[in-house]
């Protein structure tokens, strides 16, 4: 699975956007961008995934650049709730272990 | 409501005596997996299932056991606990079959000290 690169952390007022990037630049052509969260201790939480194309959900968006070596997740109007750890993974839909490799991702804080 | 649920939430105990950890999903998932987060080292794969009676060691085995005898449920075995599983242990599950198969579903986590 590619590695990934993320920010350690970030800051975003509430009711702002808030941008979080990864950069993969080693990703392979059959491997998908995941993002889950992990608020506080509680299990993580699967956000958005991506291959080539920009994608929404009810969550957030999924930008990937066209060389697919970076993404960006929005968060279009972040809440204090939105408050955890981001981590960006990079795999086959699934591999031999079917294991999520998550790295240190970005603790966001999202502040009054 | 789809989950994942696992028992117990809190656990301490002492060096050597066997507990089990218990997991339970909803979701008619085929795949389960246990994983343990500690600080510095993120989340680790200890085991995993891929489908009933089939399972495997993940990157951090030692020091456990997995059953699936039923789909919905996968139970973490640690045999002769020792200090150096303190941890949080958190079961995933999901599926490769349906429109689904790209999400994994995590419990909320079992805190197990052992001293």
């Known amino acids: 699975d590619a590695k990934t690169t993320q920010p350690p952390s970030m800051d975003c007022a509430e009711g702002r956007a808030a941008n979080l990037p990864c950069n993969h630049s080693?990703?392979?052509?059959?491997?998908?961008v995941y993002w889950y969260r992990q608020i506080h201790s509680q299990g993580p939480q699967y956000i958005i995934h991506?291959?080539?194309n920009n994608e929404t959900n009810e969550m957030a968006s999924l930008i990937i650049t066209e060389d697919r070596k970076s993404s960006t997740l929005i968060l279009p109007h972040a809440t204090l709730r939105d408050t955890a750890v981001y981590y960006c993974?990079?795999?086959?839909?699934?591999?031999?272990?079917?294991?999520?490799?998550f790295g240190k991702g970005t603790k966001l804080s999202v502040k009054p | 409501e789809a989950q994942v649920t696992q028992n117990p939430r809190y656990l301490i105990t002492v060096t050597g005596k066997k507990l089990t950890v218990t997991c339970s999903q909803n979701?008619?998932?085929?795949?389960m997996s246990w994983y343990r987060q500690d600080p510095g080292l993120g989340l680790r794969q200890i085991y995993y299932?891929?489908?009933?009676?089939?399972?495997d060691k993940g990157d951090v085995p030692e020091g456990y056991k997995v059953s699936r005898k039923e789909k919905r449920n996968f139970p973490l075995i640690l045999e002769s606990p020792s200090p150096n599983q303190t941890s949080l242990y958190f079961c995933?599950?999901?599926?490769?079959?349906?429109?689904?198969?790209?999400?994994?579903?995590f419990g909320p986590g079992t805190r197990l000290t052992v001293t």
């Open positions: 991506g291959l080539k």
């Open positions: 993974i990079v795999r086959v839909l699934w591999g031999s272990q079917g294991n999520l490799i």
């Open positions: 299932s891929m489908n009933v009676e089939v399972t």
């Open positions: 080693t990703i392979s052509g059959n491997e998908y």
């Open positions: 995933a599950s999901g599926t490769r079959t349906s429109g689904r198969s790209h999400e994994q579903y």
């Open positions: 979701m008619n998932h085929e795949y």
